[in-house]
Structures are given as structure tokens and as C-alpha cells.
């Protein structure tokens, strides 16, 4: 029964995330207009409903961690790429991707990381729910939104626990084209290959839908 009712409200939630959790396409004013009745329970206390305030709070935690690692990771790329080129860059995003996504997971209490529907990594390959939000990021890109200015978030029950999850696009510029676009050079493409075997992660062009940061976090709702 608890089940039932959690099912139901996420979704009644889904729905007016669908509908409602994106800016309007460009040209238009780009307000996020946040419906007021999401509400969902706690997984292990049915008395306990989280509240719409408490739900943007998480994104806008969750928003602040995805920014942060997009924000530092861009920086070291910039400056790998300036001391030695995309090669060197290529070790450095290696290194120092996973290494900066752990740090702030742990500083942030969250699970704070990148994934793709293409992968270059094939640890950050995406759950269900991952690859379903990125799905819709697509089919709301071709309706005409911006990239930059949709997310998705839920409160979600996994394995008796309420679960925050929130995603946010990870969009394709220009300086990423060397690595991920449709005409890697060879020596790149041959480095990339040797650390990553399995490596999905070109034929993007600049204002791609790349990837998605994505962003877990546990709720204590007792
Ligand atoms: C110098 C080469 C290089 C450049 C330039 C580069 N990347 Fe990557 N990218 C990589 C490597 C290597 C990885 C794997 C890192 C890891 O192990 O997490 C990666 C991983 C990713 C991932 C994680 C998902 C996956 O596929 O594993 C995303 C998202 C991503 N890159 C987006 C971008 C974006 C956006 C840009 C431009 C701002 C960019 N990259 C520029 C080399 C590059």
C-alpha cells in the first residue's frame, strides 16, 4: 500500500515535471515554472511527505555540485590543453575527472558525476533513469528548448530508501570537438582508444545534447 501510494504521487510528479520543468524555447522568457502540489512520501515513514520546497532545495544543492564539478573540470581541460595539448589533456580528463567528481561527492555528501548515452568511459555508463532523462533532454531539444536550461528531478523510492535524483544536459562547445567530435585526429583518436577500449564518445558537433551530469543523493525523512 505504501508502495501504491508512492507509485502514484511520482507519477503525478512525473507528469508535471514533463510539462512544466523546462524554460520556455528561446525568445520567450525563461522562467522555471515549478508547479506547486509535488509531493511525495518517505520511503520508510508514510506520514512523512516532502514538500515542493524541500524538493527545489535538493536541486538547487544538487545544481550547485553539478556546476562546480562542470566549472572545474572545464578549468583543468583549459589548462591542459594550453601546457601540452589535447594529448596531455587526454591523460589529465583521465585522471582527473573521476578524481574530481569523488572529491566533491565527498564534500558535498552527494553522488555527483558525469554520464552519456554515447560513453567514453564505460563507468559512467547510465542506469534506466539516467538514460530515460537523457532521452527526454533529446526530445525537448527537438520541440525546440534549450539545452542549458532544462533539468530533470525526483524524489524516487530505491530498495526501501527515498532517493534525490537530478540531472542536468551536458551540452557540446567548440573546444570539445577535438576530442568527442566527427573528425578526431588520429593521434588522439589512437590515445583515446588505448585508455578507453570501448570508447563510444565521438560524431558530437557543438550544441549536442553530450552527456548529462547526474546527481544522487539519499534523504533521511524520519
Ligand atoms: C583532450 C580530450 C578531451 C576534450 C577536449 C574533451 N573531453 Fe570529454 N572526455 C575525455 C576523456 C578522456 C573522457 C573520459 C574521462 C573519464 O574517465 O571520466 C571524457 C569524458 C567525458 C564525459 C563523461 C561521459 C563519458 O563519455 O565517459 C563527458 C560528459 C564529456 N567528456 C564531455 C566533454 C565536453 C562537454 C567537452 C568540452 C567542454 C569535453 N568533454 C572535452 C576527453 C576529452
Keep these: 500500500m505504501k508502495q501504491a501510494l508512492l507509485m502514484s504521487s511520482v507519477a503525478a510528479f512525473a507528469l508535471l515535471l514533463s510539462g512544466c520543468q523546462q524554460n520556455a524555447p528561446e525568445g520567450e522568457e525563461a522562467t522555471i515554472d515549478t508547479p506547486s502540489k509535488q509531493t511525495t512520501y518517505s520511503a520508510s515513514n508514510p506520514d512523512r511527505i516532502l514538500s515542493n520546497d524541500e524538493l527545489n532545495a535538493h536541486a538547487d544543492e544538487a545544481r550547485a555540485a553539478a556546476m562546480q564539478l562542470g566549472q572545474e573540470l572545464k578549468a583543468e581541460l583549459i589548462a591542459a590543453m594550453e601546457a601540452g595539448g589535447p594529448m596531455a589533456a587526454i591523460s589529465v580528463c583521465a585522471e582527473m575527472a573521476p578524481a574530481i567528481a569523488s572529491r566533491i561527492s565527498d564534500e558535498t555528501g552527494m553522488e555527483v558525476g558525469r554520464t552519456s548515452l554515447k560513453t567514453r568511459n564505460s ?14 533532454f533529446l526530445t525537448s531539444s527537438a520541440n525546440g528548448y534549450s539545452l ?4 530533470r528531478f525526483y524524489a524516487l523510492e530505491e530498495e526501501g530508501e527515498t532517493v534525490f535524483r537530478f540531472m542536468k544536459p551536458i551540452v557540446m562547445q567548440e573546444m570539445c570537438v577535438m576530442c568527442h567530435g566527427d573528425a578526431v585526429s588520429d593521434d588522439v583518436m589512437e590515445a583515446v582508444r588505448a585508455a578507453y577500449p570501448q570508447d ?7 550544441g549536442d545534447l553530450r552527456g548529462a551530469f547526474t546527481v544522487t543523493k539519499t534523504l533521511d525523512l524520519n
Design 123 to 136: 563507468a559512467n555508463a547510465p542506469d534506466a533513469w539516467e538514460v530515460e532523462s537523457m532521452e527526454r
Design 148 to 151: 542549458t536550461d532544462i533539468e
Design 200 to 206: 563510444q564518445a565521438t560524431g558530437f558537433a557543438p
